[in-house]
């Protein structure tokens, strides 16, 4: 078990990361948050990449920075994953095996068996740069498959990719996620809604929501209503948009809101309880 314990982080006076607990078993978990929320810097600061001087991690049980199993259990794929442009993919994986420890003679069969989960098993002779950015992310995972961690933490892994690459990305996490830990940060709902099985929503650098996705859903019972668009004049207490659609030629908004109103109230979603924490409708509704 990974655990977190009052970790704080500021850059000087600015505060980043403040007071933040939490434990982390068995599982995918989302972290959820806007940009600058803290959640790059919270994975910076479990990979060991930021020291740490407030709080502490452990990994079961003991110390992160005195257990030289933690770090050796990690994989991390960065938000920038850059890569030599004159190497192909399987010298890519080299290094990063060699960089790992991996055993000179588990090499050739540990990189066989990442790019069979990402799907890149056809393209080991090809150069980085003739790579599309939806390879180069999937390369990216699969060096943080490298040597079987049991740790997998994942920075934006979908950014800038479009809807079909950001399938296959997810489709890899889920083959790989058996047995694991694995921390997916994002701003993108949609990507961890249906792969993880715990939600963590960050805001200026605290915790907001920390929960199974289901539960975290249910935060929004009672709270999202669908009224034809020309009907929101109507509604005179606080509430917040979250879209307007069509829907049988007829145009609809959704929407977010503390009060009772006379409204269709469809299921609510992971992406509503986001919405509602980070735009802390519980307080100014």
Same mark, same amino acid.
């Given at each position: 078990?990974?655990?977190?314990?009052?970790?704080?982080?500021?850059?000087?006076?600015?505060?980043?990361?403040?007071?933040?607990?939490?434990?982390?078993?068995?599982?995918?978990?989302?972290?959820?948050?806007?940009?600058?929320?803290?959640?790059?810097?919270?994975?910076?600061?479990?990979?060991?990449?930021?020291?740490?001087?407030?709080?502490?991690?452990?990994?079961?049980?003991?110390?992160?920075?005195?257990?030289?199993?933690?770090?050796?259990?990690?994989?991390?794929?960065?938000?920038?994953?850059?890569?030599?442009?004159?190497?192909?993919?399987?010298?890519?994986?080299?290094?990063?095996?060699?960089?790992?420890?991996?055993?000179?003679?588990?090499?050739?069969?540990?990189?066989?068996?990442?790019?069979?989960?990402?799907?890149?098993?056809?393209?080991?002779?090809?150069?980085?740069?003739?790579?599309?950015?939806?390879?180069?992310?999937?390369?990216?995972? +699969?060096? +943080?498959?490298?040597?079987?961690?049991?740790?997998?933490?994942?920075?934006?892994?979908?950014?800038?990719?479009?809807?079909?690459?950001?399938?296959?990305?997810?489709?890899?996490? +889920?083959?790989?996620?058996?047995?694991?830990?694995?921390?997916?940060?994002?701003?993108?709902?949609?990507?961890?809604?249906?792969?993880?099985?715990?939600?963590?929503?960050?805001?200026?650098?605290?915790?907001?929501?920390?929960?199974?996705?289901?539960?975290?859903?249910?935060?929004?019972?009672?709270?999202?209503?669908?009224?034809?668009?020309?009907?929101?004049?109507?509604?005179?207490?606080?509430?917040?948009?979250?879209?307007?659609?069509?829907?049988?030629?007829?145009?609809?908004?959704?929407?977010?809101?503390?009060?009772?109103?006379?409204?269709?109230?469809?299921?609510?979603?992971?992406?509503?309880?986001?919405?509602?924490?980070?735009?802390?409708?519980?307080?100014?509704?």
């Amino acid at each position: 078990m990974l655990e977190i314990k009052n970790v704080s982080k500021s850059f000087g006076k600015k505060s980043v990361l403040n007071n933040i607990s939490m434990e982390l078993d068995e599982g995918i978990y989302g972290l959820l948050g806007p940009n600058g929320s803290g959640k790059t810097t919270l994975i910076r600061k479990i990979t060991g990449l930021y020291p740490i001087k407030k709080g502490e991690i452990t990994y079961n049980g003991t110390d992160a920075t005195v257990c030289k199993e933690y770090y050796a259990s990690i994989g991390y794929l960065p938000q920038n994953f850059g890569l030599f442009k004159e190497l192909t993919v399987k010298e890519v994986l080299e290094m990063f095996a060699a960089l790992k420890g991996i055993e000179k003679d588990a090499i050739e069969q540990d990189i066989e068996r990442v790019l069979k989960i990402v799907n890149l098993s056809d393209e080991t002779d090809k150069k980085c740069s003739d790579l599309s950015g939806g390879m180069v992310r999937r390369l990216g995972l +699969a060096q +943080a498959f490298m040597g079987n961690p049991k740790i997998i933490i994942l920075d934006e892994p979908t950014v800038g990719l479009d809807p079909e690459e950001r399938l296959r990305l997810k489709t890899s996490i +889920a083959k790989f996620s058996k047995n694991k830990t694995v921390l997916i940060s994002t701003h993108i709902v949609e990507d961890v809604e249906t792969l993880c099985n715990k939600i963590i929503i960050m805001k200026s650098g605290k915790i907001l929501m920390n929960d199974a996705t289901q539960k975290i859903a249910d935060m929004a019972k009672d709270k999202v209503y669908i009224l034809p668009e020309d009907e929101l004049v109507n509604v005179k207490t606080g509430y917040h948009l979250e879209k307007n659609f069509l829907n049988d030629g007829l145009n609809y908004s959704r929407i977010l809101s503390n009060s009772k109103l006379d409204y269709a109230q469809p299921k609510p979603t992971v992406e509503d309880a986001y919405i509602y924490a980070i735009h802390n409708l519980e307080s100014s509704l």
